[in-house]
């Protein structure tokens, strides 16, 4: 059974920073896209970065380029979000997700696409002005 585990969400003023943290489970981990997404109240889902494990290509939505850090620790099966210089439009629900896709394209599409297999409960980023 898949399992997705999200930690470090808070709230932080702006320019502040803060690391989230997704633990997987039941899955190949050395194949598979990791990636996490995001929605505000109101707002539609919005891709924010995603790793193929196995390749480790990186792939990130436009307006977290230069801010943000998509990482992983293989020994651990986890992926990390580094949120630099955080602003106040990054305010939402983030979620990690993964899609048992191996290959760096394939991973590239399901990012842009939002088309992942699974996602995580969800972790609350909240930046203010």
């Known amino acids: 059974q898949v399992h997705l585990a999200e930690s470090g969400g808070g709230s932080v003023q702006a320019g502040g920073f803060l690391r989230l943290s997704c633990a997987a489970s039941g899955y190949s981990y050395g194949s598979i896209c990791m990636g996490w997404f995001r929605q505000a109240p109101g707002k539609e889902r919005e891709g924010v970065a995603a790793i193929s494990t196995g390749t480790g290509s990186k792939y990130y939505a436009d307006a977290v380029k230069g801010r943000f850090t998509i990482s992983q620790d293989n020994a651990k099966n986890t992926v990390y979000l580094q949120m630099n210089d955080l602003k106040p439009e990054d305010t939402a629900m983030y979620y990690c997700?993964?899609?048992?896709?191996?290959?760096?394209?394939?991973?590239?599409?399901?990012?842009?696409?939002?088309?992942?297999?699974?996602r995580g409960q969800g972790t609350q980023v909240t930046v203010s002005s």
């Open positions: 997700a993964a899609d048992e896709t191996s290959t760096a394209g394939a991973c590239n599409y399901v990012f842009t696409q939002l088309a992942f297999d699974d």
